[in-house]
C-alpha cells in the first residue's frame, strides 16, 4: 500500500509540475510578428530572395516565436520610404542596402559599396574587426535604427549601354540609373544620373526616360531583362566589387528584445552574409552564357578609361570628406585599414 500511495503522490506531483510547465512554455511561446519592407521584389534573386530567406531562418532559430513578414515593394510604404518608416516604427523592420539612403547621411554609402573598394573579404573583416560597425551603428543610431549588416554580394557589372562606349566622351550627355558613390563619379564625366528601385529601371529604359544603367550582377540583372533594350554590357563593377545588405529594426523594438533573441538575429545575419556571396558566385557564369546566347556583347573597360574612373573616385571622396565630418570619419577609418590590410593582400594572395 505504502508503494502504491507514494506512486500516486509522485504521479500527482508530476501531474502539477507538468502543467506548470507547460504554462512556461506556452507564455515563452508567444509569437511575435514583424512586417519587414522590403526595398526588393522577393522574386529577385538574391537582392529580394535573400530577404525571404532571412525571414524564413528568423523563425526556425527562434523556434516561431518570431515571425517576420517580408512585405514586396509598396506593400506598406514605397521601396525608397523604408528608411523613414522603420525609424517612425510604421514598421518593425526593413530589407535593403545602406546605399539606399545617401540622402539621410552620405556616409552610409561606404557601408553599401565602395568604387575601386574593397572585395568581400577585405569589406567584411574591416566592418567587424577594424571599426566599420561600431560607426555604422553610431550613425544609424541617430535615426532610431538599429541596421544589421545581413549580406553580402560578389562583383557587380557597371553597365548596360544601348550604343558601344568606346572613348569616356561617349559618356557625355547620356542619363543614366546609378547607384551610390559610383553616380557622383560618373557625373564628373557628363552622365546624369538617378537612383531607380530595381522595378522602376526596365520601363525607363524601354521609354527612353534613361539612356544606359547598372543594377547588378548578371544573374540579377538577366531576369530584369535589360537585354532587351540594351546589348553593350560592361565589366568590370568598378564602383560595386561587393555590397552589403541589411536588415533594418527600430531601434525602440530592437532594444526592447531579449539579448537571446538579439542574438539569434545577429546569428542568422552573420550566415546569411556566407549564403549570399556563395549563391552569388556560383550563379553568374550561367547568367553569362545565356546572356551572350540572346545577343549581348561583353565588354572589360579598357585601363585607360578605369583610370580616369579611379582619378575622379579620388577627387569625389575628398571633396566629400571635406564637405561632411561624418564621411571623413568613415572615410578616414576605411581607408586606414585598407592601408595594412594591403600588406596581407599583397603577401598573401595571388
Not at 94 to 108: D, F, I, M, N, R
Request: proline fraction near 3%.
Amino acid at each position: 500500500m505504502r508503494i502504491r500511495r507514494a506512486t500516486a503522490t509522485t504521479v500527482a506531483a508530476a501531474m502539477v509540475v507538468g502543467l506548470s510547465l507547460a504554462g512556461v512554455t506556452g507564455q515563452a511561446a508567444a509569437q511575435t510578428e514583424w512586417n519587414m519592407q522590403s526595398t526588393y521584389a522577393s522574386s529577385l534573386t538574391q537582392l529580394g530572395s535573400m530577404g525571404v530567406e532571412i525571414a524564413k531562418r528568423v523563425e526556425a532559430v527562434s523556434g516561431g516565436e518570431l515571425v517576420i513578414n517580408f512585405q514586396e515593394p509598396g506593400a506598406i510604404v514605397p521601396a525608397l520610404e523604408a528608411f523613414d518608416a522603420v525609424s517612425a516604427g510604421a514598421v518593425e523592420a526593413a530589407w535593403s542596402t545602406p546605399g539606399y539612403w545617401t540622402g539621410k547621411e552620405v556616409a552610409l554609402a561606404l557601408f553599401a559599396a565602395v568604387p575601386f573598394g574593397p572585395g568581400a573579404g577585405e569589406y567584411t573583416a574591416w566592418m567587424y574587426f577594424g571599426g566599420g560597425r561600431e560607426l555604422f551603428d553610431e550613425i544609424y543610431a541617430k535615426y532610431n535604427i538599429k541596421s544589421l549588416i545581413c549580406g553580402i554580394i560578389a562583383p557587380e557589372a557597371s553597365g548596360w549601354f544601348r550604343k558601344e562606349i568606346k572613348t569616356l566622351e561617349d559618356l557625355k550627355g547620356l542619363k543614366m540609373r546609378f547607384f551610390g558613390l559610383g553616380a557622383r563619379v560618373m557625373e564628373k564625366h557628363g552622365v546624369s544620373t538617378q537612383l531607380l528601385a530595381g522595378g522602376d529601371i526596365y520601363p525607363a529604359l524601354e521609354l527612353g526616360t534613361i539612356d544606359a544603367t547598372e543594377f547588378s550582377m548578371p544573374a540579377i540583372d538577366l531576369k530584369l531583362g535589360f537585354y532587351q533594350v540594351a546589348k553593350h554590357y560592361y565589366f568590370p563593377g568598378w564602383h560595386q566589387q561587393s555590397t552589403f545588405f541589411e536588415l533594418m529594426i527600430n531601434k525602440d523594438v530592437w532594444d526592447a528584445l531579449s539579448d537571446t533573441r538579439k542574438a539569434q538575429l545577429e546569428t542568422v545575419c552573420q550566415s546569411a552574409i556566407a549564403y549570399g556571396l556563395a549563391e552569388g558566385e556560383a550563379i553568374q557564369f550561367d547568367a553569362l552564357k545565356e546572356l551572350q546566347e540572346k545577343g549581348v556583347t561583353l565588354h572589360r573597360w579598357p585601363p585607360e578609361i578605369l583610370d580616369a574612373l579611379r582619378n575622379s573616385w579620388d577627387e569625389v571622396a575628398a571633396e566629400l570628406a571635406a564637405e561632411n565630418p561624418v564621411f571623413a570619419e568613415v572615410w578616414e577609418s576605411l581607408s586606414t585599414f585598407r592601408a595594412g590590410y594591403a600588406t596581407w593582400k599583397d603577401l598573401g594572395y595571388l
